[in-house]
């Protein structure tokens, strides 16, 4: 019989980082909400970067000839303050622009400490299981079991009020989600055959943690990172309205809620905007989770 | 009459990188108490053209056929009440796996009385009746008692016997089943087949078995249908086929079979099945055939003559020779 | 040298603690219960038998992932029960294994090439040029192409990742390659590529293989020698040749008659084994095959058969077939 050559069908498409992302975009502009979302954050965060730039006043600057005026499409208002002032003659504008940064910043510090603490607990109860997986994970019960904006309080009233402790607070409250996911993660990965693969090779415990099964885990770490980033400003504000988080004349939008409490009859600017700022924020990063979740979630897709 | 008759039958889906064919154009004549076996490697659309037989195919399909008729019955004009009483009832499907195709949550009895109940009406004591009488001609012991078990307390085996047992509670006049032992060991793979057997003697039923195991098809099926890459390329009488295959793809395939073969390194067939997106443009299989001239790589073939299998080639094999073979090729 | 005794296993057994709920004791599964066998260089010893009959937890002892919890496994001349760790980290160059599944034997996130060369970066102080070198000279001997070493493994055939997968193991040069069930997942004509490169990498660099299959066809193209086993005890050990044309054990003998063979011409004697593969937590008194032996009588239930030698067959069964010379 004669020997045919090896004709391997060759598969001509690119391979690398550049590939890899072309591929997640397509998925990730599959939903157009997600896109949405994706534009008003990357433009919350411009805003956050250049807030010096853009913000026509300056966030503490009292204005005592304009207490509480309008926006600008209302009789009283002006130009000069086109979202109104609050009840001290802040330029409220420039207060949001400046509590933009807030918000990134706490979630960002939020979703990078829990996120690095939850995959620490997470990988090493995954991976060691038996005494130490018990251990870690009825503390992370014991976590769950209490309402987490309570345990931030309850916290935040230990460590004191400021927004470093609400922060510290939140990141401990939401971390034992990463830390079950994280589990989930790692132990069906561990049952898969490259995992004992490597170990034959000879690969110790923690390369095998870290290098081999870690980024299998990552897809829906990034997903819960993504919305626990919106639970965080959102945590954040909440504690900041009670008065427990980032204190006056902090330009955080909770702490602009709390303090324009009494003026909701009055003034409804000084309420609204804020409101409305968080609930935007929020929201758009959602719905970028959403996407994310349906670009990286292998479970969900399509060949 | 046939039992079954397809005609043309193709199947394309709709992807992310556009159409699919999974199906294309194969015709499947199915003769009342016949055992006839689909045969290919994964890829080649076995499993797919019965589903959409079945209706079991996912929004994404196109169904498209000249003739679909089940006993003189045009299944493709027919009203959706009278194709549920042909589907399921007359004819019966069992699939590969016997742990995921049975209901978790129900026990084994539950779920073989609901099909007597919708298919059949009977009341609830001939339901028990018939159901045990179902578990003891498929071989389970102590029937009364397994009516309460759950499918995750029963064996792989079992409970293969037990979604027999509900394939063929309405007496189906065609059962098909799609890879029914792959999922099991030898020994019980033994039985299954053989049960099988019994079952389609008993009843006088036609049997379909799709399967990828080239010993399952010679020891069962009288019939065999062969395909490749979504289309049929041969189909013989099971001692011609292995005898005397007529498709190139055949021939390799069963000279490929470590237990056909005496020398230490064995003729296998190079490359990979076909995929979406690079599939050839004549004869699919031309780019693995070692017949394959440039008529092969340039025009796909049409099916031959009964009398060499139906094969769809340029060069069709008589005993193990290409037929019309260009002379200045073969030197 | 061809035939070098690389590996003996004596008696190897394998228990698990197996819980029940809070309030009962644990059972023990007797995963492995006494195998002895021995590899050699340059041969292949299959190992055969259905679900549960301890193929895998033999494949994890071979390959040190876990350890005996009785019997002695000498391998390269170094008991592996009394080694110390560092020793046993040097084993485990000589040891290698290829799984079934070829989808879930490559991990997703990692390049082919970066695969290959990992076992070459954590084991030995090669360079970043050395390693590479050699990850492209085995992606050549398996039959894949230098264009592939950037790939990721979604982006190969199920025959291509069991290539890899090979091509893998043989990174470190070593003597033993363990074949957990390596062509069962493929297609059958892929299959016989995989087995051909299985077969041509063996004459190459004289490796030892423990073939673990429960298609005995495919036992029958690969193997020197065959130990056949049921609920964790080997049966039946012999040549192939002998295995194949007179099995003692009336588990072997059920077992060849149950495989499909791919011949409509052929008339078989069909041994069909009643009941079920019991459950190995609770597995029959005595020898553990009888309620499904054709041929059981009172002593079998009463107690497990010794293995003993009957025409170069090691068979642990009280009624053998016996074949007039």
Known sequence: MTEIALQEVVDNRPTGFRAVLAEFWSYFSENRGAVAGLVFFVGVILVAVFADFIAPHGPNHQYRDALLQPPFWQDGGSIKFPLGTDAIGRDMLSRLIHGAQYSLFIGCIVVSISLVAGIIFGLLAGFFRGRIDTFIMRIMDIVLAFPSLLLALVLVAILGPSLINAMIAIAIVQQPHYVRLTRAAVMTEMTKDYVTAARVIGIRSLRLMFVTILPNCMAPLIVQAALSFSSAILDAAALGFLGMGAQPPTPEWGTMLAEAREFILRAWWVVTFPGVAILTTVLAINMMGDGLRDALDPKLKRS | MPLLEIDNLSVTFQTAGGLFTAVDRISLHIEPSEIVSIVGESGSGKSVAVLALMGLLPWTATVTADVLRFDGQDLTTITKPELRKIIGCQMAMIFQEPMTSLNPCFTVGFQLTETLKIHLGMNRAEQKRRAIELLELVGIPEPEKRLSAFPHQLSGGMNQRVMIAIAISCNPRLLIADEPTTALDVTIQAQILDLLLKLQKEKGMSLVLITHDMGVVAETAERVFVQYAGQQVEQQPVKGLFARPHHPYTQALLNSLPERSNSRILPSIAGIVPGQFDKPQGCLFSPRCHYATDLCREKPPTAGPVEFGNALCHYPLADGVPTNYPQEVRA | ?325
């Open chain 3, 1 to 325: 040298m061809k035939g070098d005794v690389v590996l003996t296993a004596k008696d190897l057994t394998r228990h698990y603690h197996v819980d029940r709920g809070t309030f009962r004791k644990p059972a023990v599964l007797k995963a492995l219960d006494g195998a002895t066998f021995t590899l050699a260089k340059g041969r292949t010893l299959a190992v055969v038998g259905e679900s549960g009959c301890g193929k895998s937890t033999l494949a994890r002892l071979v390959t040190m992932i876990e350890k005996p919890t009785s019997g002695t496994l000498n391998i390269g001349g170094i008991d592996i029960t009394s080694a110390d760790k560092g020793t046993l980290m040097g084993l485990h160059k000589t040891v290698q294994i290829v799984f079934q599944d070829p989808y879930g034997s490559l991990n997703p996130r990692q390049k082919i090439g970066h695969a290959l060369e990992e076992p070459l970066l954590v084991n030995t102080t090669m360079g970043k040029k050395e390693r590479r070198d050699a990850a492209l000279k085995i992606i050549n001997l398996v039959g894949l192409r230098p264009e592939h070493y950037d790939r990721y493994p979604h982006m190969f055939s199920g025959g291509q990742r069991q290539r890899i997968a090979v091509a893998r193991a043989l990174m470190l040069n070593p003597n033993i390659v363990v074949l957990d069930e390596p062509v069962s997942a493929l297609d059958v004509s892929i299959q016989a590529q995989i087995l051909n490169l299985i077969v041509s990498l063996q004459e190459q660099f004289d490796l030892a293989y423990l073939f673990i299959s429960h298609d005995l066809s495919v036992v029958k193209h690969i193997a020197d020698e065959v130990m056949v086993m049921y609920l964790g005890k080997p049966v039946e050990s012999a040549s192939r040749d002998t295995l194949f044309t007179k099995p003692h054990h009336p588990y072997t003998r059920a077992l060849l008659s149950a495989t499909p063979v791919a011949d409509p011409f052929r008339v078989k004697e069909r041994i069909v084994l009643h009941g079920e593969l019991p459950s190995p937590i609770a597995p029959p008194s005595g020898c553990t095959f009888h309620p499904r032996c054709p041929s059981m009588t009172d002593i079998c239930k009463e107690k497990a058969p010794e293995t003993r030698e009957i025409d170069g067959c090691r068979v642990a069964c009280y009624h053998p077939k016996i074949y007039s010379s």
